[in-house]
C-alpha cells in the first residue's frame, strides 16, 4: 500500500519552460551581480569555496568563479554549490514579484487530495532544498509548502543512481515498496524501481499508457494505485 509519494518537479509538477525559460535565464542573468553583492557571507563564501574546490583550483579569482558558474548554467550542470546560489538568487526574484512559481493545476489538486487522505508527500528534485521550498511557497494557487513532509536534493545523491532513492526511503522510514516515484525522466524512474520502489513516468506532451517497464500518464488526475 502507497503511504509515501516522492515528486520530481521539472516536467511533472511544473512545466519545463517554466524553469528553463524564467528561473535558469534569471540566475545567469543576477550571477555576477549577487556574487559581488553577497561574497563576503559566511553561506555564499562557503558556496563559492566549494566551486573553486570542484573547479580543481582553489585558488581562482572571483570572476573566474562567476564565469565557471555561468558556464555550468549553460551546459545544464546539476552540481550543488551552483543549484544552492541559483536558489538564493530565485528567493530575491520570488520576493521582488519577477516572477511566481509554476505548479500544474492537477498536480496541485491531486497533491491536496493525497495530502488530505494522510499519503506522505516528497519533493525530490536536482535543484536545491531552498529552491524547492521557494517554487512551492509562491505559486498561483498560494503557498503549498504545508502539503509537504520533506525535500530531497543531490546531497541525497545523484537521481539515476538506486543508492539515492534508498537513502530516501530509510530518511522517511517507510519501505521502498510503499513508496511511489513520480518523475518524466525513464533513468530516474529505473534507479527508484530498481530500489523497489513503485514509479509512475509523467509525459504531459505524450500519450499516456505502459511504456516499457513503467506505467506512463498524461497528468497527475491519471495517476492510480492502491
Known amino acids: ?7 520530481d518537479i521539472e516536467g511533472t509538477t511544473s512545466s519545463l519552460s517554466f524553469v528553463k525559460d524564467v528561473l535558469f535565464p534569471y540566475a545567469r542573468q543576477h550571477m555576477e551581480v549577487f556574487v559581488h553583492s ?3 557571507d559566511p553561506q ?4 563559492l569555496n566549494e566551486v573553486r574546490q570542484l573547479a580543481g583550483n582553489a585558488s581562482l579569482v572571483l570572476d573566474d568563479v562567476i564565469a565557471q558558474l555561468i558556464r555550468w548554467i549553460d551546459q545544464d550542470k546539476k552540481i550543488t ?4 546560489l541559483q536558489g538564493l538568487i530565485w528567493e530575491q ?3 521582488n514579484g519577477d516572477f511566481h512559481g509554476h505548479v500544474y493545476a492537477d498536480a496541485v489538486a491531486q497533491l491536496r487530495h493525497w495530502h488530505a487522505a494522510g499519503i506522505k508527500l516528497y519533493v525530490y528534485s536536482s535543484g536545491s532544498v531552498y529552491a524547492q521550498k521557494l517554487l512551492f511557497a509562491h505559486t498561483a494557487f498560494g ?3 504545508p502539503l509537504f ?9 545523484a537521481k539515476q543512481e538506486t543508492r539515492s532513492y534508498q537513502n530516501i526511503a530509510q530518511n522517511i522510514g517507510i519501505r521502498p515498496e510503499d513508496c511511489l516515484f513520480l518523475s518524466d525522466i525513464q533513468g530516474e524512474l529505473d534507479a527508484a524501481h530498481q530500489a523497489g520502489m513503485q514509479t509512475c513516468l509523467l509525459m504531459r506532451d505524450g500519450i499516456g ?3 516499457g517497464t513503467q506505467s506512463a500518464v498524461a497528468d497527475f488526475n491519471a495517476i492510480q494505485f492502491k
Open 81 to 84: 554549490p551552483l543549484k544552492a
Open 143 to 145: 503557498d503549498l509548502t
Open 44 to 47: 555564499v563564501g562557503k558556496l
Open 38 to 40: 553577497h561574497e563576503n
Open 209 to 211: 499508457g505502459q511504456h
Open 93 to 95: 526574484g520570488y520576493a
Open 1 to 7: 500500500m502507497i503511504k509515501a509519494i516522492v515528486t
Open 149 to 157: 513532509s520533506g525535500y530531497f536534493d543531490t546531497n541525497i545523491g
